[in-house]
């Protein structure tokens, strides 16, 4: 029996499941939820099953049709006698927020495609050579005989479409090309994917990413590219963390860059790092494991409660 075959026998023990994903949800994150929970619900009548997150959904991810089935963990009250969590697209018990606490309570099931994942789960299930979750959540799907609808079809896509940086990522395989082809296939289209999930930013988005952009620093000696954004800037902009989706790549397409470093204040003063990389020299999960955080060796982030001076001075010792 393989991994897949008992990660479906896990499921098939409990009653009432809950589905999280990680802190500041992707397109990954959500897309993968949402077409596991569909699923798991045409194939399972007699479970209860529902998807609860930390935070709210992105606006650019909002078009999903499932969506308006997610709800938020302070209500997470309302749901009772709660026996198994799935996690998805998370890389460490902490990245699932209030979750976390259920920890040694409750069975926790870790569905992940991240090489920095520390097999925080009672059952763990990471596919590193995926290049999304929602890879993983299709090929489960399938092994389960469940029809992949079209709302299924589309969240897997935006997974996809996030995770590979609509197919330009390394991390692109020929299995990832035959399951968007396969979704393409039942009828997802690609053309309102990429409207909706790219071409689809607020004024306070672009206002941000011009004031991002306005801060650019550029290190030439080590190839690093970065910006950074303050609480001022947000309350400037009425802006919010999904806002600033997409800067960290745009810094990365300054030709002379290896690296690109995107440093974001939180509300509570931390400092939220994303990185992003050109180079096959460059291990950015293994600098950002230095902040305790993690990713992907091209694409990885932290938190860290350092001063912006010193994050950047630790992470120039690296490259």
């Known amino acids: 029996m393989n991994k897949l075959e008992l990660l479906f026998h896990e499921i098939q023990k409990y009653k009432n499941i809950i589905i999280t994903t990680h802190q500041n949800p992707d397109g990954d994150g959500i897309g993968a939820g949402i077409a596991l929970l569909l699923g798991l619900k045409k194939k399972y009548l007699d479970k209860e099953i529902n998807f609860i997150i930390d935070d709210n959904i992105p606006n650019n991810i909002k078009?999903?049709?499932?969506?308006?089935?997610?709800?938020?963990?302070?209500?997470?009250?309302?749901?009772?006698?709660?026996?198994?969590?799935?996690?998805?697209?998370?890389?460490?018990?902490?990245?699932?927020?209030?979750?976390?606490?259920?920890?040694?309570?409750?069975?926790?099931?870790?569905?992940?495609?991240?090489?920095?994942?520390?097999?925080?789960?009672?059952?763990?299930?990471?596919?590193?050579?995926?290049?999304?979750?929602?890879?993983?959540?299709?090929?489960?799907?399938?092994?389960?005989?469940?029809?992949i609808d079209i709302r299924m079809g589309e969240a897997l896509y935006t997974g996809i479409v996030n995770d590979t940086g609509n197919f330009k990522h390394s991390n692109v395989s020929k299995e990832t090309f035959i399951k968007a082809s396969k979704l393409i296939e039942i009828g997802v289209n690609n053309t309102k994917i990429i409207e909706n999930f790219y071409d689809n930013k607020s004024m306070a988005a672009l206002k941000l990413m011009s004031?991002?952009?306005?801060?650019?620093?550029?290190?030439?000696?080590?190839?690093?590219?970065?910006?950074?954004?303050?609480?001022?800037?947000?309350?400037?902009?009425?802006?919010?963390?999904?806002?600033?989706?997409?800067?960290?790549?745009?810094?990365?397409?300054?030709?002379?860059?290896?690296?690109?470093?995107?440093?974001?204040?939180?509300?509570?003063?931390?400092?939220?790092?994303?990185?992003?990389?050109?180079?096959?020299?460059?291990?950015?999960?293994?600098?950002?494991?230095?902040?305790?955080?993690?990713?992907?060796?091209?694409?990885?982030?932290?938190?860290?409660?350092l001063p912006v001076n010193e994050i950047v001075e630790k992470i120039l010792k690296f490259l």
């Open 63 to 147: 078009f999903l049709s499932g969506t308006e089935l997610i709800f938020k963990t302070e209500n997470i009250k309302e749901i009772k006698n709660i026996d198994l969590i799935i996690s998805l697209d998370a890389a460490s018990i902490e990245r699932i927020g209030e979750l976390k606490n259920f920890k040694g309570k409750l069975p926790i099931l870790n569905i992940d495609h991240h090489i920095s994942n520390d097999n925080f789960g009672d059952f763990n299930y990471v596919d590193i050579k995926s290049a999304s979750t929602s890879e993983i959540i299709f090929t489960f799907l399938e092994k389960l005989g469940i029809e």
């Open 211 to 305: 004031r991002a952009i306005e801060n650019i620093k550029y290190i030439s000696e080590k190839g690093l590219v970065l910006a950074k954004l303050t609480q001022k800037d947000f309350r400037e902009f009425n802006g919010n963390k999904s806002d600033t989706d997409g800067i960290v790549e745009t810094l990365l397409m300054l030709n002379e860059s290896k690296v690109s470093l995107f440093l974001r204040e939180e509300e509570n003063g931390n400092i939220k790092g994303s990185m992003r990389t050109k180079s096959e020299d460059i291990d950015l999960n293994n600098i950002a494991g230095f902040f305790k955080g993690g990713g992907h060796k091209k694409a990885a982030g932290f938190s860290s409660d």
